[in-house]
DNA sequence: CTGTATCCTCGAGGATACTG
DNA sequence: CAGTATCCTCGAGGATACAG
């Protein structure tokens, strides 16, 4: 199956496409951690989506994920090599956000509900 | 009118969100361009897509708008000062981006229109 | 606990016609 | 040439129930 862009930046867009993989992949920075927490950790996101939003991720090799065979079941998921580069490359995303909003948005009128400097 | 965010990524991924910016921005990074020209450059887009992405677009600071006033009318698109700093930092994402696809896509299953390196 | 299967809503985006 | 106004489609994403 043959993919289409129409530059090179629309690539990682689409990879990061769903309304929270960059929420999934920010969580998964700081290690590894299994479903359960990842919907909790997640808040608001669907048994559905969350499910989807990996499967996506783990096929594009960003995410891979572990199976524990036990009762009851554990899955682990976890950033791949390319999930930790790109999650490094974000960081520039992230410093450049950090000025746009100082100059645009001075004053709280843009809130994060992460206080850690995240993605 | 307050806005929320989960992380400081994700204001960017908003910015580029609709489905032609990331490829309205690539054209302007080439130097300021008129409606009819980005139309034409811009393959596929609508009359009124173009029009709404580049509101938004000027909008949330990234791209300003000239008007001439003359018969017949004449408007010129044009990177501001955040538009071209983002779309520096998108060049790291490019960066990324050939070696992703360069490992995880050889052989051609993954197809730029561009041939410039573009965004 | 993890994942699948359905059904449904809603808005982004396309097509077309029209104004200045 | 540049932009607005309508109408319509279609699929991403939400809610819920169920399975292993």
């Known amino acids: 199956m043959k ?4 530059n090179r930046c629309e690539v990682v867009l689409n990879l990061l496409s769903g309304k929270w993989k960059a929420h999934i992949l920010y969580f998964l920075t700081k290690g590894p951690a299994r479903t ?3 919907k909790r950790l997640v808040t608001g996101i669907s048994q559905k989506m969350l499910t989807e ?4 991720l783990e096929r594009d090799g960003l995410v891979a994920r572990k ?5 009851p079941p ?4 976890s950033l791949t090599e390319h999930g930790s580069s790109l999650t490094k490359v974000l ?10 909003v100082e100059q645009r948005h ?12 995240g993605l």
Do not use: A, C, M, R
């Not at 554990?74 to 998921?77: A, L, R």
């Not at 960081?91 to 746009?100: K, R, S």
């Open 3 to 6: 993919k289409e862009f129409n």
């Open 36 to 38: 359960s927490e990842l």
């Open 53 to 56: 939003q990996l499967k996506e």
């Open 67 to 71: 199976v524990f065979n036990q009762i």
């Open 74 to 77: 554990k899955v682990e998921y």
């Open 91 to 100: 960081g520039e995303i992230v410093e450049w956000t950090e000025n746009y």
């Open 106 to 117: 001075p004053d709280g009128e843009v809130v994060f509900h992460d206080n850690d400097d």
